[in-house]
């Protein structure tokens, strides 16, 4: 086997766990290795420290697959690490599914995701030495899962990069184009062609069951309150308004609720299931409110949820503009400073919520694009912050890896000192259980969750 020497001062990332080999850390390559074959790495003594696959095409030029000398990636060595992802997952989602059964790195399978809906996988072969091995990991996975479909979605730009083209399309079976899951006991759509990345995102899924205190307890605020009532000649404990009117309304005590970046609608569906009284759902993309919509619509929703297709900086900042013209018109002044409130808002616009939820994209590919994603993140936590009532909750996550945790919430402290608010954190999270981290490789790092409640100074 080729194998590649490593410079003597190359940094001991491998010894700590990390997979990744870069092309500046290469001092020699013995043996004339072909892309994508496998190679021993070795230090600058000569002492083994791994063996992965290697392109020299791509800046990180091998990509550890086993601490162990092995001979080939072939179907065996397939079965015997999905068998182990599959395990992992049955331990920690237990009954669930539909989740994350491959990824990557954190799988010791650099370079593969695969995501389950039920009986049908999707895949991303995202290197040269799995997009080799394709016809052994789509063996493999019939052999262990027993799927009915597998559909690849390999239709990202990160191929490029190991001089690949982008691809996508069935690769076994049937594979319907919409699916249908469970998650936390919500019914969901997924569009598995056209839907961002492999369809769903299943990193949120524990984030999203923990919105779940925020939805209720908000009554009070309407002056209604649970009062002990004859009717039909019983004693009942029913909601009552400050005019001693019965309320019928359900959901009489949940909260107000905004959800950015909605996607398929997975926190609207979320807050409805925890009793949430009105959610305005926000997405950019059309086809992604009508996912949104079909899974409302799945799980009885309708009546509750409200859709907006906008851009979420735009929204925003329109709703706080009223919000602040508002504020003016109900100080009228004098002189001068007086406000014509005869003439109508100018925005038509100026709603506020009890929690605001943000979950936006990457705003941070790389390194150089950390600065302008710290102003997007302080853009849209200062304006959603402004439009959570007092006492109410921000809810908010970046998915940049390159966005450190230290430097995301300092991006938000700073938002709420323009904003004139203090925060208190509730909940600090990352990604969910079949989203596994290996120690010592930051870029697994990626999803921050954070809850804060959000008072005026």
């Not at 799945?298 to 906008?310: I, K, P, S």
């Not at 100026?350 to 941070?364: E, H, N, Q």
Request: contains cysteine; glycine residues 10%.
């Amino acid at each position: 086997m080729a194998s590649v020497i490593l410079q003597r001062s190359q940094k001991k990332r491998l010894e700590h766990g990390h997979p990744w080999v870069f092309k500046s850390e290469i001092a020699t390559v013995e043996g004339d290795p072909e892309a994508g074959q496998l190679v021993s790495v070795l230090n600058h003594q000569k002492k083994y420290l791994g063996t992965g696959y290697y392109n020299p095409a791509s800046q990180i030029t091998v990509r550890i697959v086993s601490y162990r000398p092995i001979e080939s990636m072939d179907q065996a060595f397939f079965t015997e690490r999905l068998q182990n992802c599959l395990q992992h997952r049955e331990r920690f989602t237990p009954g669930e599914t539909a989740y994350r059964l491959v990824y990557g790195e954190a799988d010791f399978l650099p370079g593969l995701i695969v995501d389950r809906f039920g009986d049908v996988l999707v895949i991303q072969l995202l290197t040269l030495g799995m997009d080799l091995c394709r016809n052994d990991i789509v063996a493999s996975l019939i052999e262990v899962m027993h799927p009915e479909g597998i559909y690849e979605r390999s239709d990202v730009s990160v191929r490029e990069l190991e001089g690949m083209e982008q691809v996508k399309g069935p690769l076994y079976g049937e594979c319907p184009r919409h699916v249908n899951v469970r998650e936390n006991g919500l019914d969901i759509v997924v569009d598995i062609v056209e839907g961002q990345k492999t369809g769903y995102f299943f990193d949120q899924r524990e984030n999203r069951a923990s919105i779940e205190p925020l939805m209720t307890g908000w009554g009070g605020r309407s002056g209604i309150a649970l009062q002990d009532v004859e009717q039909d000649g019983m004693i009942k404990n029913l909601p009552v308004n400050k005019s001693g009117g019965i309320v019928t309304f359900p959901y009489w005590d949940g909260a107000t609720v905004l959800e950015c970046f909605s996607h398929t609608g997975s926190f609207t569906l979320h807050a409805c299931k925890y009793g949430a009284k009105k959610v305005t759902c926000l997405d950019i993309s059309q086809h992604a409110i009508e996912s949104a919509q079909a899974n409302v619509e799945l799980n009885g929703f309708t009546d509750r949820v409200e859709f907006v297709v906008d851009d979420a900086f735009q929204y925003l900042r329109t709703q706080v503009k009223g919000v602040e013209e508002r504020v003016k018109r109900s100080n009228t002044g004098t002189g001068k400073n007086k406000v014509d409130t005869s003439k109508p808002m100018t925005t038509g616009a100026g709603r506020t919520w009890d929690v605001v939820i943000l979950d936006p994209p990457a705003f941070a590919k790389n390194k150089s694009a950390v600065q302008g994603a710290c102003r997007g993140y302080k853009d849209i936590n200062l304006h959603g912050m402004k439009l959570v009532n007092e006492g109410g909750y921000l809810v908010t996550a970046s998915c940049s890896y390159h966005m450190r945790p230290d430097l995301f919430l300092e991006t938000i402290q700073d938002a709420a000192a323009d904003a004139g608010k203090i925060l208190r954190l509730i909940e600090w999270r990352a990604a969910g259980k079949d989203h596994p981290q290996i120690l010592g490789v930051d870029e697994g790092h990626y999803l921050k969750f954070a809850i804060f409640e959000v008072r005026s100074k």
